[in-house]
């Protein structure tokens, strides 16, 4: 069984639209994040929430909006896509807020033309 | 500001031979400290952790990481390198309680037969 699950694996889409990835975790865990892990491989962290309420929220444009509908899922939404939102982008959730083990999904590969 | 420096993109080692990943971190409080293994086209996975305790931490897969405080370092060792540990190495520390990760910029793995 997948601990973490993203949807879609890969995204391409054009400039200016907008798009939604999903994430899902079984384990039962508090916190959920999203990181972005840019052309070079460099991992931020952009948001993290902790039982649907939002903790940490990274400098981020305000075209990406987090969703959490429970604290299973933490959706990531983005507005008027830009090129330079190319970029994996990974889920991960943790038992509680604190420095548990983050457990991370597959990634979205994301791709803006 | 937090920092997770490794100093090293790329090292090639031969199959067998031991190996020594370099982790430098600037962190004003008592660092939670990780190391997590990326294979091409995956998520990521915890090799191993250090909140407190024994500075000599174990983790999956044969890998062990010593934690000095003097040196600021959180350096990844394995005595002897398989094949299957080609990949991408990442060290992060966890600030603000822990549940933000701060990575740094990676180190490629190459092993040669």
């Known amino acids: 069984d997948t601990a973490v699950s993203q949807t879609p694996k890969y995204l391409v889409t054009q400039m200016g639209n907008d798009k939604s990835i999903k994430c899902e975790q079984n384990?039962?865990?508090?916190?959920m994040y999203w990181y972005k892990q840019d052309s070079k491989k460099f991992l931020k962290i952009m948001f993290s929430?902790?039982?649907?309420?939002?903790?940490i929220n990274e400098t981020v444009p305000n075209r990406f909006s987090p969703k959490s509908p429970d604290k299973a899922h933490l959706n990531l939404h983005i507005n008027s896509l830009e090129l330079g939102d190319s970029a994996v982008y990974f889920c991960?959730?943790?038992?509680?807020?604190?420095?548990?083990?983050?457990?991370f999904g597959p990634g979205t590969r994301l791709t803006v033309l | 500001a937090q920092s997770v420096t490794q100093p090293d993109i790329h090292i090639t080692v031969s199959e067998g031979a031991s190996l020594e990943l370099r982790c430098n971190y600037s962190y004003g409080a008592t660092p939670y400290l990780f190391w997590y293994v990326q294979s091409p086209g995956q998520g990521l996975q915890l090799l191993l952790k250090?909140?407190?305790?024994?500075?000599l931490v174990q983790g999956i897969k044969g890998f062990e990481a010593e934690f000095k405080r003097s040196q600021s370092s959180f350096n990844l060792r394995k005595p002897s390198v398989h094949w299957s540990d080609a990949a991408e190495y990442f060290c992060?520390?966890?600030?603000?309680?822990?549940?933000?990760?701060?990575f740094g910029a990676g180190t490629i793995l190459r092993v040669k037969s």
């Open positions: 991960a959730s943790s038992q509680a807020n604190g420095a548990d083990t983050q457990y």
């Open positions: 992060a520390v966890g600030i603000g309680g822990g549940n933000k990760l701060v």
């Open positions: 929430y902790n039982n649907k309420e939002l903790i």
């Open positions: 384990l039962g865990h508090d916190t």
């Open positions: 250090y909140f407190s305790g024994d500075t």
